[in-house]
């Protein structure tokens, strides 16, 4: 059974930084593309970052140069290094991997940042 467990969020002051972390069970990953989405109060969620297999990543425009996603196909985990965290950067945050016709979630870590 896959399963993926997010940690690492919480409260941090506007200027702080979190590292989200995404550990993967179940299966190898190492095919997969992985990444991150997060979802506001009475929002839709939003992609926030994703990388593929061989490393490429990709980046909302809105946390372009400030968060960076890595991968490590070792430990079947994804991570999210989150600086310069913002207020509008609340959310709960959900690890996502996918490929191959499958689709896994996880069930999200809750970030608040307070101004």
């Known amino acids: 059974q896959v399963q993926l467990v997010e940690s690492g969020g919480g409260l941090v002051q506007a200027g702080g930084s979190l590292r989200l972390s995404c550990a993967a069970s179940g299966r190898t990953f190492s095919r997969y593309a992985m990444g991150w989405y997060r979802q506001a109060p009475g929002k839709q969620r939003e992609f926030v970052a994703r990388i593929s297999s061989g490393g490429s990543t990709n980046y909302a425009d809105s946390v372009k140069g400030r968060f960076t996603i890595s991968r490590d196909n070792a430990k079947n985990a994804v991570y999210l290094q989150m600086n310069t965290l913002k207020s509008e950067d609340t959310a709960v945050y959900y690890c996502?991997?996918?490929?191959?016709?499958?689709?896994?979630w996880g069930q999200g870590t809750q970030v608040t940042v307070s101004s």
């Open positions: 996502n991997i996918w490929g191959w016709g499958e689709d896994y």
